[in-house]
């Protein structure tokens, strides 16, 4: 970097890596995961490797008494730029800061003084598909995000959504305990007992603005409550892979909404439909397709109208599960029957199913069912939207058919939408959080800041486009045009433009774009007032897109 000389007073001893500013771009999916890394100048000065709490705390101390602006990042990927930072700032990239055996543990002090669940004591360092394993080895399991190369720092501050949302909430309401190293160069244990509001405001407010934090110590769930095989129920699950179509889209993404409606629907339900482009790698997504790939290209190849390509074409996923909250909860005929729509859809759809599964296993097991082992998608970038609702109406409303319109528009070789179809690759996720039973829902007032707790619904469409200006311009307008249908007053989906703070897009001011994250002004202060309390020189603001210090 050209400004790394700044630095020369810095005595450190950990690793520096001043790589050109041509790799800190959109298509280095180390560092960045969107075309706005470039529009934002997010290049620091220096991109430096702490090895241990006294390399960054020396980092820390020294960006203080030089007025330098510090970003960290736990060593995933965010996508709007926000854990990095400008030519006058430093990035902290703790990937390999926090690997020991002391940094991934179940604490000897079983079990939570909150609850009865074993602590869990867990480095930002870890990607989720450590943690992961991690937790299947130990037969222990808790709701996480999908992506594999993901680190725990940033997913539970800014939730850590997944799968298991509707049964199990999010990874940030198992956090009990954060360890950070502060603005003046301390370590400092937090909790909801020792500060609940700069506990509130971590967990929820900009991530990477109140400190360093370097360990969770985070309470788990027992496969043994979750799982009986010998006297009870066990945990169910259905995975199913379509070739796209937009009767396939439909039938599914009206499963999702009709459930996401009924507000008496029971907890144990999860539901997520994907859609993907043709070349995505199915493989990372679900491993066991290798096992009849003879099998599975033929299908593929008959139903396409393709002899000897192997590249997959655009395909459409379901995740279903439902498990036991205890030896009493039953899977019943009525459960089944939920199943059973899946399986007739692969029937009643024969010609365009390729692929479906049914694990019975432990929920420590079935949590990597659900787990995609690739960095991103597509080796693009790409222009994102997440949306959010509450609404209760979507099937009256007709809201399928409008999304599944949207994603017709890629996928299908159209004449009037050809140049859609050529530049542009969706990965289109979207998934059911509502009920009055869904954790999601019932733990909105656990001490955490997340918004949103009262959505039934999240829909996360991701427009990844070819290298250049004419990529760039097709997915802008696509999503333009989905940002006028899913939000505003005359919306199929939400009456309100929601965002999470995982998905950042469009205003990079959150002085200004704070409406989309937060539900209130009241809410945004009062976590601006633990930003002041935190950082008080700015030493953790490493951009504008965070939220505003506010004096008491």
Not at 112 to 118: G, K, N, T, V
Request: charged content about 20%; overall charge negative; some cysteine.
């Amino acid at each position: 970097m050209e400004t790394i000389q700044d630095f020369k007073g810095l005595q450190y001893q950990f690793t520096t890596d001043p790589i050109p500013r041509k790799a800190y771009d959109a298509n280095n999916v180390e560092y960045a995961t969107s075309t706005h890394q470039i529009d934002h100048d997010m290049f620091p000065g220096l991109i430096a490797f702490p090895q241990n709490d006294d390399d960054i705390q020396k980092a820390v101390k020294y960006a203080k008494d030089h007025a330098y602006a510090v970003s960290v990042m736990s060593g995933g990927h965010q996508y709007s730029g926000a854990c990095s930072t400008h030519g006058k700032g430093i990035q902290l990239n703790l990937k390999l800061t926090y690997k020991g055996p002391q940094d991934l543990v179940i604490l000897p002090q079983l079990p939570s003084p909150d609850s009865d669940r074993p602590l869990v004591y867990a480095s930002v360092s870890h990607s989720l598909g450590e943690f992961n394993q991690f937790l299947r080895d130990h037969q222990l399991f808790v709701p996480h995000g999908q992506c594999t190369d993901v680190r725990l720092g940033g997913h539970a501050q800014t939730g850590g959504y997944g799968q298991l949302g509707r049964s199990f909430g999010l990874l940030g309401d198992h956090v009990w305990g954060i360890r950070m190293i502060n603005h003046d160069g301390e370590i400092q244990e937090v909790t909801k007992a020792s500060n609940a509001e700069l506990f509130y405001a971590i967990l929820g407010g900009s991530p990477g603005n109140f400190g360093v934090i370097t360990h969770y110590t985070i309470e788990a769930h027992r496969d043994a409550d979750h799982d009986f095989p010998e006297t009870g129920p066990r945990p169910h699950g259905f995975k199913g892979v379509w070739l796209y179509s937009e009767t396939v889209v439909k039938l599914l993404l009206n499963e999702v909404a009709a459930m996401a409606d009924d507000q008496a629907f029971p907890r144990n339900f999860d539901l997520c439909v994907s859609v993907l482009s043709s070349s995505f790698p199915m493989f990372k997504l679900m491993p066991e397709l290798k096992d009849n790939l003879a099998e599975i290209l033929q299908r593929i190849a008959e139903a396409v109208g393709v002899n000897g390509d192997t590249k997959w074409p655009a395909c459409v996923v379901l995740y279903a599960q439902w498990v036991p909250m205890n030896a009493e909860d039953k899977y019943t005929d009525k459960v089944d029957a939920w199943f059973q729509r899946f399986r007739n859809l692969d029937s009643f759809l024969k010609y365009w199913c390729i692929h479906t599964a049914e694990p019975i296993e432990p929920m420590s097991q079935m949590t990597g069912e659900w787990l995609f082992t690739r960095p991103r998608e597509f080796d693009h970038p790409y222009e994102k939207r997440t949306y959010m609702t509450n609404s209760t109406t979507l099937v009256q409303d007709k809201w399928v058919d409008q999304v599944a319109d949207r994603i017709h528009q890629v996928l299908a070789p159209s004449l009037s939408h050809l140049a859609l179809w050529e530049n542009c690759f969706l990965s289109v996720q979207i998934q059911c959080f509502g009920g009055k039973y869904s954790q999601y829902y019932a733990n909105r007032n656990n001490g955490t800041a997340y918004s949103w707790r009262d959505s039934t619904v999240c829909q996360v469409l991701d427009c990844f486009h070819k290298e250049g200006d004419k990529g760039k311009a097709l997915a802008q307008g696509w999503q333009d045009a989905n940002d006028k249908l899913m939000c505003g007053e005359n919306s199929s989906f939400s009456k309100q433009d929601k965002r999470v703070l995982w998905a950042s897009y469009g205003d990079w001011d959150m002085d200004k774009s704070w409406p989309f994250y937060y539900e209130d002004q009241a809410k945004y202060e009062r976590i601006g007032k633990q930003r002041y309390l935190a950082d008080p020189r700015g030493t953790f603001t490493p951009n504008p897109f965070n939220v505003k210090a506010v004096k008491n």
